[in-house]
């Protein structure tokens, strides 16, 4: 089992529409939570970071954690085309940061 | 505020020649600095990081080297490239306790 498991997709959604982007994770020694957004042949930029368990809000998006269940979940409102891109989950824990763990990213294209 | 630089940002190979790509970061002391390759479609794979100068972990036994001959200046080497070195190779920093990284816009190598 990986340590972290995400849905490749590729998901489409209409313009407008809730994205809800997931990831489910084994070690519960994760704290730190970030999801990035890359678009194509460019480098992944971080989106939104949170800190153990609760919710993030950034305008349109907002991130949510779930320890309990070892799930964390990013929600897009109101898609937007540019919006288009790969999203990837990240974590580590309170010890030994030097490395991220990576989910292997979600492929979401909004349709206009 | 932090920047980080790659260059070349594309690099066409024959199999056999060396390479050296070069990652520099502005804005900060003392990151730890990290090489990925992103295979097409897939997900992130960490290749070497680096925590000080002269200091250098690998994670992928290959052909390739790194090293760390500033505090802020990251190499990737190799000297004879194979086809399967082809990628997206991307560099990354990271100076918080979270772990949390910043990508540099990449580099993609094509080798034939």
């Known amino acids: 089992q990986k340590e972290v498991e995400q849905d490749p997709g590729p998901l489409s959604v209409p313009e407008g529409a809730i994205v809800s982007l997931n990831c489910t994770y084994s070690?519960?020694?994760?704290?730190?939570f970030m999801w990035y957004r890359q678009y194509s042949r460019k480098g992944p930029e971080l989106l939104m970071y949170?800190?153990?368990?609760g919710n993030k809000e950034d305008g349109r998006f907002t991130a949510q954690v779930d320890k309990s269940s070892k799930y964390i979940s990013l929600f897009i409102r109101d898609s937007q085309p540019s919006d288009s891109a790969t999203y990837l989950c990240?974590?580590?824990?309170?010890?030994?940061?030097?490395?991220?763990?990576f989910g292997t990213g979600t492929r979401l294209t909004i349709i206009p | 505020s932090q920047t980080i630089h790659q260059w070349p940002a594309t690099l066409v190979q024959p199999v056999g020649s060396p390479l050296s790509l070069e990652c520099t970061v502005e804005?900060?002391?003392?990151?730890?600095l990290y090489w990925y390759r992103q295979a097409a479609g897939r997900g992130l794979q960490l290749l070497f990081y680096?925590?000080?100068?002269?200091?250098i972990s690998s994670e992928v036994p290959q052909n390739l080297s790194a090293s760390r001959p500033q505090d802020r200046q990251f190499i990737l080497s190799s000297k004879k490239l194979l086809l399967s070195d082809s990628g997206f190779y991307l560099c990354?920093?990271?100076?918080?306790?979270?772990?949390?990284?910043?990508f540099g816009p990449g580099t993609r190598l094509t080798v034939l």
């Open positions: 804005g900060t002391s003392n990151p730890n």
């Open positions: 990240a974590m580590s824990g309170d010890f030994g940061n030097e490395k991220l763990t």
């Open positions: 990354a920093w990271s100076g918080s306790p979270s772990g949390t990284q910043y």
């Open positions: 070690n519960s020694a994760f704290q730190y």
């Open positions: 680096s925590v000080g100068i002269g200091q």
């Open positions: 949170t800190y153990s368990s």
